[in-house]
């Protein structure tokens, strides 16, 4: 946690910060960043929302692998509820935020769901995780755009590979409904919650819910669930079940092949008045360090070998990951985050972290297939033993 063993006041740290911005951070791990990841043309769409949020978020770079395909899209972990982060939904009288987060009944919703989530004896409260907010950065905006956001669950400790019938807790169904009907203003199809109800009433035994995301930024009419712990085996009749209407056998196969270089494969699905064909395979390993974790080139190479991510971009993705250090980077840190560091002492480290966060594979049942790179960075004050 930020900050663990200071004697200093949480309260009293973050009133420190509050000068500095995301954009801080973004500043220190910009020249790790390969161009053929973000273009100087991207970076210049991200940098305008990264420096309206506070400095304990963390950042996400969502990078399309292929060749001719140069968009990104950038996320924000908003709120993080383990304390170690600013509540966004609560932060109004501490960041220049721009006049449509006060005005736009959307980013206003966003603000509200954040403020509800903090609220200690709340639902949202004990099961919530984290909130990222994700934007869809095609060009550049006039304003700020208006962001997905996703909210994650906590885990369950769920008993594996048990053939027991699957529970999923009444406490999980009761926190989407109510995110939905808040992010909603109850203004959300019957048909996709009770599809939604089936999606989660669904699953099989060891599985569950990750994450639950309203896509606004996308004008769609659905929710997106990320689901982990689904077995390949038990995918078919999951399926099934929930209404997917198309063939599972060549998903199944690109799974298993996916499954030999990851720890952990996510899915993700759309869930509106049907549920949508492409799904997302998240793939993760324990070890987020590209450089330390052999099985990132692996998959990375097979992703090439399949031409699905050119050798540059492979490249790029595998040098990311690594610590940039204040002592060893002064000129780019900046003023305001260098002051925080002197208050401290030189018992603390100031360092900005970089790692590649997952590999997403989006499936299409006519055989298109998308690889994207996600490579998250931040920030934190780590004390000297």
């Known amino acids: 946690m930020l900050f663990k063993e200071s004697k200093l006041s949480r309260k009293t740290i973050f009133y420190l910060m509050n000068s500095c911005t995301l954009e801080n951070y973004l500043q220190v791990v910009v020249p790790h960043l390969s161009p053929e990841l973000v273009s100087p043309e991207a970076l210049s769409h991200i940098q305008p929302i990264a420096r309206i949020f506070p400095p304990s978020s963390e950042g996400l770079f969502e990078c399309r692998l292929g060749a001719d395909n140069s968009k990104v ?4 972990l908003a709120t993080n509820f383990d304390g170690s982060h600013h509540n966004f939904g609560g ?33 949202l409260s004990k099961s ?29 400790q ?18 989407i409904t109510t995110v939905l009907q808040i992010l909603f203003e109850h ?18 035994s060891g599985s569950q ?4 995301g309203a896509m606004f930024s996308r004008q769609l009419d659905a929710v997106r669930v990320n689901l982990g712990g689904i077995r390949v085996e ?62 990132w080139q692996l998959l ?42 002197s208050f401290l002492g030189s018992k603390w480290y100031s360092i900005c972290f970089r790692n590649l966060n997952h590999i997403k594979i989006i499936y299409h049942p006519d055989g298109n297939l998308e690889a994207k790179g996600y490579l998250a960075f931040g920030h934190r004050f780590v004390c000297k033993n």
């Open 209 to 212: 819910v990750l994450y639950v």
């Open 73 to 76: 899209d950038f996320s924000v």
């Open 158 to 175: 769920l008993k594996k590979h048990t053939t027991e019938t699957s529970k999923i807790s009444d406490e999980q169904l009761q926190t």
């Open 300 to 341: 990375l190479d097979f992703l090439v070998e399949q031409g699905l991510c050119i050798p540059e971009k492979r490249d790029a993705v595998l040098n990311w990951s690594g610590c940039s250090h204040e002592k060893s980077y002064p000129e780019l840190w900046s003023k305001e985050l260098s002051k925080v560091s």
């Open 91 to 123: 932060i109004n009288s501490v960041m220049n935020f721009p006049d449509i987060i006060f005005t736009n009944p959307i980013w206003r919703r966003i603000q509200d769901f954040c403020s509800v989530c903090c609220q200690p004896k709340s639902l």
């Open 234 to 295: 038990m995918l078919e009749d999951y399926l099934a079940q929930i209404g997917w209407i198309y063939s599972v056998k060549p998903l199944k196969k690109i799974i298993k092949l996916l499954a030999k270089f990851s720890d952990a494969i996510i899915l993700n699905l759309d869930i509106g008045t049907s549920i949508f064909p492409k799904i997302g395979l998240e793939c993760l390993l324990e070890n987020k360090s590209s450089r330390l974790e052999p099985k």
């Open 128 to 156: 919530a995780e984290n909130i990222w907010l994700e934007f869809d950065l095609d060009e550049q905006p006039e304003e700020l755009p208006i962001p997905s956001l996703f909210l994650g669950l906590k885990e369950f």
């Open 187 to 204: 203004d959300i199809s019957p048909l996709i919650e009770k599809n939604l109800g089936i999606c989660v009433n669904s699953l099989p």
